[in-house]
């Protein structure tokens, strides 16, 4: 019998639950930027979830861009997911260890945006699965390729063009995930960047505000409501949202999914790419 995902979260308990399904594959998305002299495959190795394999943000990635973890090509993808042994059909589960899964909802986001909607993100991540003494594993993990199918959907992808265009017509709101000092200007940015601040006209949310911090879950959709309220979003009007490299603000696209809004697109390049160009204009506190 297929299973079937409960939704685009699935609890720990869940999880356990249906460990040994055969059609249920385990990701381990773990990625840690290279300031904490940390990686996720690193990570990985030392322990995982039973059955997991890592999916490296970085390596499944457009080598031909200078940017960080951009969405590469249909055929990439689908050909690098197949080698981790996942085929179609398949109920891909994401996680990483990182409180508030920001790498594994990037990658949520990336199975979507190729037309696979079987992928779920564990809530709470390993913390939490840990923490609630679940079993994990540090075997490796040597899976069978599988074939994979990946057709990519542009409407869940925005260009710099796009967000330029943007800027002018303000067709959509923005909402910009980072935290408040990076969105006002002043702090720098994790990435190289010529200026500081954010896209004209974005809406902050910063994506920690969206998180349970003792178990790393996002909080309930009551309060992601309230939340978006507070900031000034309307769900009724076109979303897309950005941070510094497409990874955190893919937290706010699933807060957003769970609320029924389902169209959300992410600005892959986000700041790492609009902090860099002379022609994007920024704004920042007076």
Known sequence: MSTVLPGPLVSTQWLADHLSAPDVKILDCTWLHESSNMDGRTQYRGRHLPGSVHFDIDAVADKSSPLPHMLPPA????KKVGLLGIGDGDKVIVYDRMCGGAAAARVWWMFRTFGYHDVAMLDGGYGKWVKEKLPSDMSPVRPEPKTFTAVLDPTLVRSLDQMLANVASGTEQVIDARGPAKFTGNQDDVFPAKKKGHIPGAINL????????ESGELVQPDAIRARLAAAGVDLAKPIVVTCASGTIACVVML??????????????GSWAEWGLKDETPSAAAA
């Open 255 to 268: 807060a957003l999914y769970l609320l029924g809004k389902t169209d959300v697109a992410l600005y892959d």
């Open 206 to 213: 910063p994506w920690g505000d969206l998180i349970v911090e």
């Open 75 to 78: 055929a990439e993808f689908a």
